[in-house]
């Protein structure tokens, strides 16, 4: 059973504020993603991972950066908070589609972060 | 880059009609498209994909179509059931090494009155 847990439920945060995100996956997967979902809006990607310490820029990066030291773990850093990424942030993970026909992207519970 | 359009974005249905859900898609490289559900407090789950190869997949209830030339795919869930309200997210993928990335539709909510 495929297990991606992130650090926090609910966090609140000051604006100018440095904010650590954390998710870990226990499926070796090799593929990791960070979304951020906003109504309307649908989910959208900010940055994902192929490998350990290998990151992409996804189609809102600004004012987000990443880590990825260790396979399972893949880290969504905002350098400084502002109010406007008040939002729900999911993470995700899947295996290399040149690996296997099994494409599905396995979420996290999501982390439900105000700025204020 | 890839580019999905989704509607409608809210829906409401009788229980034991169908729904249908339309996507479109921009980049012609595409060819994985998957379907997610996500309940109302809960994350988001695959229920169906299909690749560029096959036109339609069925599985039990749902369904999804594929039309390459027109780059439009289509959701039927038929004989609908309480259960089936949820958000539904349609995607788009090249589903190639180093760009495996997904790219959402912006949702549709599904309602299912009983």
């Known amino acids: 059973d495929v297990k991606v847990t992130q650090s926090s439920r609910y966090l609140v945060k000051r604006t100018g504020e440095k904010v650590f995100l954390e998710c870990v996956q226990d499926?070796?997967?090799?593929?990791m993603f960070w979304y951020r979902q906003d109504p309307g809006l649908g989910l959208r990607l900010i940055y994902f991972s192929y490998d350990v310490k290998m990151k992409e820029k996804g189609d809102i990066p600004e004012g987000y950066s990443v880590s990825r030291e260790k396979k399972e773990r893949f880290s969504l850093i905002l350098e400084s908070a502002s109010t406007n990424q008040t939002s729900m942030y999911l993470c995700a993970s899947s295996f290399s589609m040149q690996d296997t026909l099994d494409y599905e992207q396995y979420f996290g519970p999501g982390t439900r972060l105000t700025v204020t | 880059g890839e580019n999905v359009e989704q509607h409608p974005s809210t829906l409401s249905v009788q229980e034991g009609d169908s729904a249908v859900i339309k996507c479109t898609y921009s980049d012609s490289a595409s060819n994985y498209f998957p379907w997610y559900k996500q309940e109302l407090g809960k994350r988001p789950q695959l229920i169906i994909d299909?690749?560029?190869?096959?036109g339609e997949k069925k599985d039990q209830r749902i369904a999804v179509t594929l039309n390459k030339t027109a780059k439009h795919f289509s959701l039927h869930i038929t004989e609908t059931q309480p259960e089936d309200s949820a958000v539904y997210f349609c995607a788009a993928s090249r589903a190639n090494f180093g760009n495996e990335k997904l790219t959402f539709g912006t949702g549709t909510r599904l309602t299912i009155i009983p």
């Open positions: 299909i690749r560029s190869n096959v």
């Open positions: 499926m070796d997967h090799e593929n």
